[in-house]
């Protein structure tokens, strides 16, 4: 069983920067793909962004790209999430997630991921 736990979110004005991190325990970190994904009040939970069990290849949706960056640090069991030039549609509960089966690629398919974080606010100002 993998326990995920998010930390780094807050409070930032529009144009802010975050960086949000995922610690993993129970399993072999190296062994999951992993991924961001966001609730918006009111809306369903959708894709930010994934990274494959190396690190070697990543995803983002297209609301993100260009603004925001998942890398991992396997030694340290830890996924992070540089989010850049915020904005106020940013504002969510951010999850991390785990992926044991997705093997070789990063995927953004929900169904893909096997573990959940509880989540981490990010809430952007105007």
């Known amino acids: 069983q993998v326990q995920l736990v998010e930390s780094g979110g807050g409070l930032v004005q529009a144009g802010g920067s975050l960086r949000l991190s995922c610690a993993a325990s129970?399993?072999?970190?190296?062994?999951?793909?992993m991924g961001w994904f966001r609730q918006r009040p009111g809306k369903e939970r959708e894709f930010v962004a994934g990274i494959s069990r190396s690190g070697g290849r990543t995803i983002y949706a297209d609301s993100v790209k260009g603004r925001f960056a998942i890398s991992r640090d396997n030694a340290k069991n830890t996924v992070y999430l540089q989010m850049n030039s915020l904005k106020p549609e940013d504002t969510a509960v951010y999850y991390c997630?785990?992926?044991?089966?997705?093997?070789?690629?990063?995927?953004?398919?929900?169904?893909?991921?096997?573990?959940w974080g509880q989540g981490t606010q990010v809430t952007v100002s105007s």
């Open positions: 129970g399993g072999t970190f190296s062994s999951y793909a």
């Open positions: 997630a785990a992926g044991l089966g997705v093997v070789g690629r990063a995927t953004s398919s929900i169904r893909a991921y096997d573990y």
